[in-house]
T-cell receptor
Framework: AQKVTQAQTEISVVEKEDVTLDCVYETRDTTYYLFWYKQPPSGELVFLIRRNSFDEQNEISGRYSWNFQKSTSSFNFTITASQVVDSAVYFCALSDANSNSGYALNFGKGTSLLVTP | GAGVSQSPSNKVTEKGKDVELRCDPISGHTALYWYRQSLGQGLEFLIYFQGNSAPDKSGLPSDRFSAERTGGSVSTLTIQRTQQEDSAVYLC???????????????FGPGTRLTVL
């Protein structure tokens, strides 16, 4: 069975601070996919990044960076120089290919990030 | 281009009534997913369609829930004899098949907030 754990329920930082959101996953599959989604107060889930299990390269996109480590089953997300607009709930998710459920996402409970001026 | 749309955005109903939720996926997206987001359960997968076919309906919470998809496009999620525990945000997502796009990334609609009184 798959499981995604986001141990941090809420994080509060002051603008311009760096913040790392933790994600630990469990799966028995050798091929799987990891995702991060952002859910701002408006409610819509916004896709941020997808990684497959064969690609452990870290990725940087502007102020966002992701650290994927299979050895520790972690896929952490760092926001550098946080801004108020980064305030949202962030979800880590895991999927694999299954004929019955497609690539259904198994979500963590989410981390609520509050960035204050 | 247009994203995933859902209607209605909000639905308030009385216990015991039937409700129908609609999802319009992104044009060309053959895979469609329904999820439910509630405070107690977080984000949970309900059902997956590939084209008009749903291989596995076991993710639906009870036999009061049903879903269909027609023409490989619009999908409806129907809840019969609604109960208060059905109150949640129902999210729809769609994706291209990986053999076309090389990715299974799901794009979400804004959701339908269902309140059962």
């Amino acid at each position: 069975a798959q499981k995604v754990t986001q141990a941090q329920t809420e994080i509060s930082v002051v603008e311009k601070e760096d913040v790392t959101l933790d994600c630990v996953y469990e799966t028995r599959d050798t091929t799987y996919y990891l995702f991060w989604y952002k859910q701002p107060p408006s409610g819509e889930l916004v896709f941020l990044i997808r990684r497959n299990s064969f690609d452990e390269q870290n990725e940087i996109s502007g102020r966002y960076s992701w650290n994927f480590q299979k050895s520790t089953s972690s896929f952490n997300f760092t926001i550098t120089a946080s801004q108020v607009v980064d305030s949202a709930v962030y979800f880590c998710a895991l999927s694999d290919a299954n004929s019955n459920s497609g690539y259904a996402l198994n979500f963590g409970k989410g981390t609520s990030l509050l960035v204050t001026p | 281009g247009a994203g995933v749309s859902q209607s209605p955005s909000n639905k308030v109903t009385e216990k015991g009534k039937d409700v129908e939720l609609r999802c319009d996926p992104i044009s060309g997206h053959t895979a469609l997913y329904w999820y439910r987001q509630s405070l107690g359960q977080g984000l949970e997968f309900l059902i997956y369609f590939q084209g008009n076919s749903a291989p596995d309906k076991s993710g639906l919470p009870s036999d009061r829930f049903s879903a269909e998809r027609t023409g490989g496009s619009v999908s409806t999620l129907t809840i019969q004899r609604t109960q208060q525990e059905d109150s949640a945000v129902y999210l729809c997502a769609s994706s291209l098949p990986p053999y076309i796009s090389g990715t299974d990334t799901q794009y979400f609609g804004p959701g339908t907030r269902l309140t059962v009184l």
